[in-house]
């Protein structure tokens, strides 16, 4: 099988700032959601479906994803920027960081499944060999099938019968057998197709170098952090920590860990927390400080914040 090379080094226009006010716990949700994958433990398949107005924040997995929009905007994948409108599917390969910013009213689905249901047991072969490459991030499918192409038209109603079973655990017998054989349908026209790219070994080491920086991020936001200790993390200089995170991230480390902060600042304040604690319970013990932040990022104080996100739920 012929295979072309794929490089992740163009850049998008990623940000973190301001974003709208009533989502920011509903964002936190969704990646609580997302990193908890909410897989049956025999069978790792799920859609979920993300409804209006809600941004997936910046995550990555080990699975493969199908993302099926009803609304336009925009997708970053490993800081590669894709405009998308109904009915565009993207491939989201394992490992890749990635996040979504809609524009428009409309569900976005992501189908995520574990590429190991496409093996054929342990036999060599040259789809397991495919499978294999995916996994270990060696080979990419390619991100954006175009609408109206022939594979487009191949890949829609099979894309369609999955998103079906969105927020559905499946169960065995009859359904997991319909899901699999989908799944081996939209292999089968990518390897028609010939969808499948080799990736640039120093972009996905890189890669992997944020990943591991964010992750530490999302798990120890609450303390002291720098640019310094996520150097000494991963082995690198704090200059290629900075230059790592603008390529990819679109930010510098600082704003990225400040706006990991303020999110779960507003997943505190709407649980009922006062500033006082939850400026502390996410590492910012200067009240002061924290107000100015959680200003600039969601554009509210945190008091006006509680006030506009109680009045939403109560609406």
Same mark, same amino acid.
């Given at each position: 099988?012929?295979?072309?090379?794929?490089?992740?080094?163009?850049?998008?226009?990623?940000?973190?700032?301001?974003?709208?006010?009533?989502?920011?716990?509903?964002?936190?949700?969704?990646?609580?959601?997302?990193?908890?994958?909410?897989?049956?433990?025999?069978?790792?398949?799920?859609?979920?479906?993300?409804?209006?107005?809600?941004?997936?924040?910046?995550?990555?997995?080990?699975?493969?994803?199908?993302?099926?929009?009803?609304?336009?905007?925009?997708?970053?994948?490993?800081?590669?920027?894709?405009?998308?409108?109904?009915?565009?599917?993207?491939?989201?390969?394992?490992?890749?960081?990635?996040?979504?910013?809609?524009?428009?009213?409309?569900?976005?689905?992501?189908?995520?499944?574990?590429?190991?249901?496409?093996?054929?047991?342990?036999?060599?072969?040259?789809?397991?060999?495919?499978?294999?490459?995916?996994?270990?991030?060696?080979?990419?499918?390619?991100?954006?099938?175009?609408?109206?192409?022939?594979?487009?038209?191949?890949?829609?109603?099979?894309?369609?019968?999955?998103?079906?079973?969105?927020?559905?655990?499946?169960?065995?017998?009859?359904?997991?057998?319909?899901?699999?054989?989908?799944?081996?349908?939209?292999?089968?026209?990518?390897?028609?197709?010939?969808?499948?790219?080799?990736?640039?070994?120093?972009?996905?080491?890189?890669?992997?170098?944020?990943?591991?920086?964010?992750?530490?991020?999302?798990?120890?936001?609450?303390?002291?952090?720098?640019?310094?200790?996520?150097?000494?993390?991963?082995?690198?200089?704090? *200059? =290629?920590?900075?230059? /790592? !995170? @603008? %390529? $990819?991230? &679109?930010? #510098? +480390?600082?704003?990225?860990?400040?706006?990991?902060?303020?999110?779960?600042?507003?997943?505190?304040?709407?649980?009922?927390?006062?500033?006082?604690?939850?400026?502390?319970?996410?590492?910012?013990?200067?009240? *002061? =400080?924290?107000?100015? /932040? !959680? @200003? %600039? $990022?969601? &554009?509210? #104080? +945190?008091?006006?914040?509680?006030?506009?996100?109680?009045?939403?739920?109560?609406?």
């Amino acid at each position: 099988m012929a295979v072309g090379q794929l490089s992740f080094r163009k850049k998008g226009n990623l940000s973190y700032t301001k974003v709208m006010v009533m989502d920011r716990k509903k964002e936190k949700d969704v990646l609580l959601e997302i990193e908890q994958r909410r897989f049956s433990a025999k069978f790792p398949f799920y859609v979920y479906r993300i409804p209006d107005h809600v941004n997936v924040p910046i995550h990555w997995h080990s699975e493969m994803e199908i993302l099926y929009t009803e609304a336009n905007g925009k997708v970053y994948i490993n800081n590669m920027e894709y405009s998308v409108e109904p009915g565009d599917m993207l491939f989201i390969n394992p490992g890749t960081l990635h996040h979504t910013h809609r524009s428009t009213d409309g569900e976005m689905y992501h189908v995520v499944f574990d590429l190991n249901l496409i093996k054929h047991g342990d036999i060599a072969c040259s789809v397991n060999d495919v499978m294999d490459g995916l996994i270990h991030q060696n080979i990419q499918i390619m991100v954006n099938p175009k609408q109206k192409t022939e594979a487009y038209q191949k890949l829609l109603p099979l894309v369609r019968k999955l998103i079906k079973y969105a927020e559905h655990e499946v169960s065995f017998g009859m359904e997991t057998c319909m899901v699999t054989s989908v799944l081996f349908g939209i292999f089968s026209v990518l390897f028609h197709e010939n969808h499948f790219l080799n990736t640039d070994a120093q972009s996905f080491a890189d890669v992997r170098y944020v990943t591991k920086m964010i992750e530490h991020i999302q798990h120890r936001f609450a303390s002291p952090l720098t640019a310094a200790d996520l150097a000494k993390l991963t082995n690198l200089s704090e *200059s =290629y920590v900075y230059r /790592l !995170f @603008r %390529e $990819h991230v &679109g930010s #510098t +480390p600082i704003h990225y860990i400040q706006s990991v902060r303020i999110r779960e600042a507003c997943r505190l304040l709407s649980e009922g927390k006062n500033v006082s604690e939850t400026a502390g319970a996410v590492g910012i013990p200067n009240q *002061s =400080y924290f107000i100015k /932040l !959680f @200003r %600039e $990022h969601t &554009g509210h #104080t +945190p008091l006006k914040w509680m006030k506009l996100n109680h009045k939403d739920q109560s609406s």
